[in-house]
């Protein structure tokens, strides 16, 4: 078989997936080995952060896999997905369906290399995934639930290395769920007037515009309070007190760039400054551990 053709069509199931947003929750995986690592007080090993990389890469591809597979025909009809690649004929679905079942394999691998618990605890990842992906049909908080799959990652990653749980991840994995659930309220209000139309549930289709916005800023705040609440017993301190309030800094400016009436910034503020957020906190968390 012609490699061009294979590695094409492996470009195009990682942009189905959207592979280059993993960067959002693989610096809070990362975070999750340094506290761990804090609390062992003893570094990680390269083969402990290089499965967990591998668990967190097989995971995220899984979950976005099975969300494109099971809303393919809600895609179809709605005018902002339809050019999406299976809805547009680009990806079959049994390509889909082959490229989800190899990301599930490497996640389990994964888990099953890092411990025992990992793998007792993938599957309960794995239903996390699919119920999001049916969200939608039936409840308004899709958003939250997709913030425990993302929270999933931190704590995974100390559960990976130590085998139990302990506050400081405790703390940061509701940090993220609250920042993920407040970016997806966000993200949702593309597809308002298609989810009033065709009683699709989301927040903004439930709330409305303005209430939205406000229940999103709620949530930005409680992230950064959980953030704030991971400097106890972590051993972290002043560096990584810093990095929470660039952080802070970066998600006022984030709801500057989205308004109600206007989101024609929105890609600038969901893509791009959630990338920022994710990585900044995740570097003063470095060199606080190290420092």
Known sequence: MDKIPVLAKIKTLLEMIKFSHTIFAFPFALMGVVLAALANG??????????????M???????????????????????????RHIPAGTVSIWEATLFVL?????????????????????????????????????????????????AAAPIGAWVALRGDLGW???????????????????????????????????????LGKEKSFLLARVFHGLMLLFLLLVLVGSGLGWIYFIGVLVVSG??????????????????????????????????????????
Not at 114 to 142: D, E, I, M, Q, S
Not at 172 to 197: C, K, M, P, R, T
Not at 253 to 274: C, G, R, T
């Open 168 to 206: 400081p991840v405790i703390s940061l994995g509701i940090a993220v769920l609250f920042w993920v659930s407040g970016f997806d309220i966000f993200y949702a209000l593309q597809d308002y007037d298609y989810d009033v139309e065709h009683g699709l549930h989301s927040v903004p289709s439930k």
């Open 250 to 291: 970066l998600l006022v400016y984030e709801h500057m760039l989205v308004k109600p009436d206007d989101l024609s910034k929105l890609d600038a503020a969901f893509f791009n400054m959630n990338g920022y957020i994710s990585v900044t906190i995740f570097v003063f968390t470095l060199i606080d551990a190290i420092v």
């Open 42 to 55: 003893t570094p990680p090993s390269f083969g402990q952060v290089f499965w967990v990389c591998i668990a």
């Open 57 to 83: 890469v097989g995971a995220r591809t899984a979950a976005m896999g099975l969300n494109r597979l099971i809303d393919a025909n809600i895609d179809a009809k709605n005018p902002r997905t339809a050019d």
């Open 102 to 150: 190899v990301a599930l394999i490497i996640f389990f691998f994964a888990a099953w290399m890092l411990n025992p618990l990992c793998l007792k605890l993938a599957p309960v990842a794995l239903g996390f995934f699919v119920l999001y992906a049916y969200c939608k049909r039936f409840t308004h908080f899709a958003h939250v639930v997709l913030g425990i799959c993302l």
